[in-house]
């Protein structure tokens, strides 16, 4: 059974810093492009940053270059987002996605908020 699991979300204050992980199983990971996506309430999903299936070649939302920084184990097969100087504008459900020609896959979300 194909599953992205994402973990790490929570309540941090500004500036602060969160590292969020996604678990892959049930496919080969490696295979797979893999991204970060958020949406924040009444707005679209968008994309956060995303990381070639090998790890070469990384691509960042202008929003969020300079303090997030995603990366991936394809031997643990996870991808993770490290993030940090948070603002309150970060705040939304953070997502995984994987994606391969016409295969795409997502997880169920983890909730970041940040506030004061």
């Known amino acids: 059974q194909v599953q992205l699991v994402e973990s790490g979300g929570g309540l941090v ?11 892959a199983s049930g496919f080969r990971c490696d295979w797979y492009d893999m ?24 691509n960042y939302a202008d929003s969020v270059k300079a ?8 031997v643990k097969n996870t991808v993770d987002l490290q993030m940090n100087n948070l603002k309150p504008e970060d705040t939304a459900v953070y997502y995984c996605k ?9 997880g169920q979300g983890t909730q970041v908020t940040v506030s004061s």
């Open 67 to 74: 303090r997030f920084t995603i990366s991936r184990d394809n």
């Open 98 to 106: 994987a994606d391969r020609s016409s295969y795409r896959y997502w």
């Open 13 to 23: 204050q500004p500036g602060g810093s969160l590292r969020l992980s996604c678990a």
């Open 35 to 58: 991204s970060w996506y958020r949406q924040a309430p009444g707005k679209e999903r968008e994309l956060v940053a995303s990381i070639t299936s090998a790890g070469v070649s990384t």
